[in-house]
């Protein structure tokens, strides 16, 4: 397995800050946005908060001068796919940026690769084949490269739109998707995943429950034991004190989670003060309420995630 220490803290967890984001970030800013609205917030973002993480999840469509400016201690992770997918074809397939390659986001800086795969297990198999040939693909590059892969799985099923009725099977399309993709064919370092439950639907987090809290613990456990890989979750856009109170549930639950890659629980205010504002005001608010957002969550994560061995 390559090398994951450049992207881990000292204790080998990995307290990851996420802000690839591209559709989802022109939303929040306004679909006007120019190219230079998002790679100056990025930049900000990096500039700020990068001395209290381990690594930065960055793209290279937008992310390249932010990762200029990151504090020299943390690791550097690039995307590799494109932002979303053809809602008019069958199956979220997943698609490269253009003109990049694992050789280009390397010499870029990256220290590792990520890749964002949407999953659903129980899909045709067709659609299913195709996926998996595709990180097959990447992860023969990132191998010839010696860059680790972090593989990052969104769950869907596209027959069912209402939170509540797929937070019932959420925990069954999280769960066999990584034992899928845990082979060693596809050269995975580290799986990026979602809690294997909706908490907004666990009893004691949510008004209308679909899990006891037994019964989400049992679905933690079974999420860890569904792989020997390291293993990290991602945000999933919940509020920075739901997140917090996700990872110490998970924690309890038997979780043996590596740590997290945390996107807009992190620094999502700030984008809204960006759009209003400008510059100055959203420096000064990820200077407060950033730096508190992700210094809390890497003490957290410190004290809550399985080092990596």
């Known amino acids: 397995m390559s090398d994951l220490k450049k992207l881990t803290t000292s204790s080998g967890v990995i307290s990851a800050l996420a802000i690839d984001q591209r559709g989802a970030l022109r939303r929040m800013l306004g679909e006007d946005a120019s190219q230079e609205a998002l790679e ?19 793209d290279p469509e937008f992310g390249l001068p932010a990762a200029a400016k990151k504090d020299k201690m943390c690791g ?63 992860g023969s590059e990132c191998a ?9 799985i969104v769950t869907y099923d596209d027959d069912i739109s209402d ?13 066999e998707a990584m034992k899928v993709y845990a082979d060693p064919r ?15 639907f666990v009893e004691g987090f949510g008004a209308d429950a679909v899990y006891t809290k037994k019964e989400a613990a ?15 979750f991602l945000s999933a856009g919940v509020s920075a004190q739901m997140f917090r109170d996700t990872l110490r549930f998970a924690k309890e639950s038997g ?32 200077q407060t309420r950033g730096k508190s957002n992700i210094t809390e969550l890497a003490h957290l994560v410190e004290n809550l995630a399985t080092p990596i061995k």
């Open 186 to 200: 596809y050269n995975i370092s580290v799986l990026k995943v979602e809690v294997p439950v909706d908490m907004n």
């Open 218 to 232: 049992a679905f933690y456990k079974e999420q860890a034991e569904a792989t020997d890989l390291p293993f990290i």
């Open 40 to 58: 100056t917030f990025k930049i900000l973002v990096s500039e700020n908060l990068t001395p209290y993480a381990s690594s930065i999840l960055l």
């Open 255 to 286: 979780s043996t989670f590596n740590g997290v890659l945390c996107g807009r629980a992190t620094w999502a205010g700030a984008a809204a003060v960006y759009k209003e504002a400008g510059s100055d005001k959203a420096a000064d608010w990820l």
């Open 76 to 138: 550097l992770l690039m995307a590799y796919e494109k932002t979303g997918y053809d809602a008019a074809a069958p199956g979220r397939l997943p698609d490269l940026i253009d003109n990049e390659s694992v050789k280009r986001l390397k010499e870029q800086g990256a220290d590792a690769v990520k890749l964002l795969v949407y999953v659903d297990v129980d899909e045709n198999e067709v659609i299913n084949d195709q996926k998996k040939a595709f990180v097959e693909r990447v």
């Open 163 to 175: 939170k509540k009725e797929y937070a019932k099977i959420k925990p069954h399309k999280v769960i």
């Open 144 to 152: 010839a490269e010696d860059l680790p892969l972090f593989l990052e």
